[in-house]
């Protein structure tokens, strides 16, 4: 068991359907804060989230829903056409992000927490986070599987989910930034939950 003064800082991250959100999920039940990168980009591009104005300034209000949160889907088939939109696009959520993930932390810390997990999908792509984080933790599992869950999930088709992974970091880069992986394919709840406790017991959960 690790024995610190202040709480061990865990990154977690996987490609898009890896599991990752259960992972998550199960070391927040064994007594982890888990700060999530992507719920707190979803709150900042809501309606009246402390993204929007920008986003409306940048893109126009045609980037909007109709209740005034960023219109996800078309971002993404601008984005597909226009890689610019991109950089645009994160110059102004990820230092929004950035700063709640750090207020998180912090508020976590002064708690008394013992170990903070820092749930960001993007953290292979995002490099600044290596040099933050005492460990990563990869939840890995095929490109097929990823497919597979996803359309099911989300209702997309194959070809807008083969995007999504293009653009994130690859399976190997994952692995290779990893301290620990967590191999979620063909394993049922039970066999994950073991995974998952035998990890957490390392970080005094």
């Not at 003064?5 to 990752?20: V, W």
């Not at 126009?60 to 597909?80: K, N, V």
């Not at 994130?168 to 620990?180: F, G, I, N, V, Y």
Request: net charge neutral.
């Amino acid at each position: 068991m690790i024995v610190a003064t202040s709480a061990y800082r865990l990154g977690l991250t996987g490609g898009i359907g890896s599991g990752k959100t259960t992972v998550a999920g199960m070391l927040a039940e064994m007594g982890a804060t888990v700060v999530d990168a992507d719920a707190i980009s979803r709150a900042a591009t809501a309606p009246g989230g402390s993204a929007i104005a920008m986003l409306k300034i940048a893109f126009g209000t045609s980037m909007l829903a109709a209740d005034g949160s960023l219109d996800r889907e078309q971002m993404r088939t601008l984005i597909y056409s226009d890689p610019t939109a991109k950089v645009r696009l994160e110059s102004i959520v990820h230092p929004l992000v950035g700063q709640e993930i750090a207020r998180q932390a912090e508020h976590a810390q002064a708690r008394g927490a013992t170990c903070i997990v820092f749930d960001i999908p993007l953290l292979v792509e995002s490099r600044h986070w290596r040099s933050t984080l005492q460990r990563i933790l990869v939840i890995d599992c095929s490109e097929r599987t990823q497919i597979e869950r996803v359309t099911a999930r989300n209702r997309l088709d194959t070809g807008s989910v083969t995007k999504i992974l293009a653009a994130q970091a690859s399976r190997t880069e994952r692995l290779d930034a990893a301290d620990m992986v967590i191999f979620n394919d063909g394993v049922d709840m039970n066999a994950l939950a073991l995974q998952v406790h035998e990890i957490g017991t390392q970080f005094g959960l």
